[in-house]
């Protein structure tokens, strides 16, 4: 079964940081492009960042550019996301999803069941 499966989610103070991590199961992500996207209460989904296969990054939105990066450990077939300087604005389901290619475009076919952030004191 094909199927990813997102951690590290969980409630964080205003200004602090997570690390979201992201496998497979069913197929190696290693040769895709991955992205991360996030929905919150009442709102649309909104994408975040992909990283390609090789590792370049792509923002989809500014509002994380300084705060949040993507990275990917090939050898162990994971990608995370570093969350830093959370605010309570980031609180969301977080989501990650591969490209059906090496490549970070606009359709994303396999989804994580996602992993809750809430950032709050």
């Known amino acids: 079964q094909v199927q990813l499966v997102e951690s590290g989610g969980g409630l964080v103070q205003p200004g602090g940081s997570l690390r979201l991590s992201c496998v497979a199961s069913?197929?190696?992500?290693?040769?895709?492009?991955i992205g991360w996207f996030r929905q919150a209460p009442g709102k649309e989904r909104e994408a975040l960042l992909c990283i390609r296969d090789i590792g370049s990054i792509r923002y989809y939105t500014d509002s994380v550019k300084d705060r949040f990066t993507i990275s990917r450990d090939n050898a162990k077939d994971m990608v995370f996301l570093q969350m830093n300087s959370l605010k309570p604005e980031d609180t969301a389901v977080y989501y990650c999803?591969?490209?059906?290619?090496?490549?970070?475009?606009?359709?994303?076919?396999?989804w994580g069941q996602g992993t809750q952030v809430t950032v709050s004191s």
């Open positions: 069913g197929f190696a992500l290693r040769y895709y492009a």
């Open positions: 999803a591969t490209s059906p290619t090496r490549d970070c475009g606009t359709h994303y076919d396999v």
